[in-house]
């Protein structure tokens, strides 16, 4: 059975910092492509960060340079450091992992930042 499960969510102040994990089970391996969404009330979900198989990665614009995502294909895990944090990443962090026709979703961690 795949699994997705998300820890490391908080509530932080502004300019604080926060790690996630997504840690992965089941038939999910090194060759999925992982992302983390966020989902803040009143807006559309938005794609955060993306890890590809051979490491290449990609930002959304808003946090770029603060973000980084990162995968440990040994502990088939991927994380989400998220630096410098500011009021406006208060969101629900949601890992997914695909592969062609196969998507899945873990079931989101809470961000908050405020003061």
């Known amino acids: 059975q795949v699994q997705l499960v998300e820890s490391g969510g908080g509530l932080v102040q502004p300019g604080g910092y926060l790690r996630l994990s997504c840690a992965a089970s089941?038939?999910?391996?090194?060759?999925?492509?992982m992302g983390w969404y966020r989902h803040a009330p009143g807006k559309q979900r938005e794609l955060v960060a993306v890890?590809?198989?051979?490491?290449?990665?990609s930002y959304a614009q808003s946090v770029k340079d603060r973000f980084t995502i990162s995968r440990d294909n040994a502990k088939n895990t991927v994380y989400l450091q998220m630096n410098s944090l500011k009021p406006e990443d208060t969101a629900v962090y949601s890992c997914?992992?695909?592969?062609?026709?196969?998507?899945?979703w873990g079931q989101g961690t809470q961000v908050t930042v405020s003061s």
């Open positions: 997914n992992a695909f592969l062609g026709p196969d998507g899945y």
């Open positions: 089941g038939s999910i391996d090194s060759r999925y492509v």
């Open positions: 890890i590809r198989s051979g490491g290449r990665t």
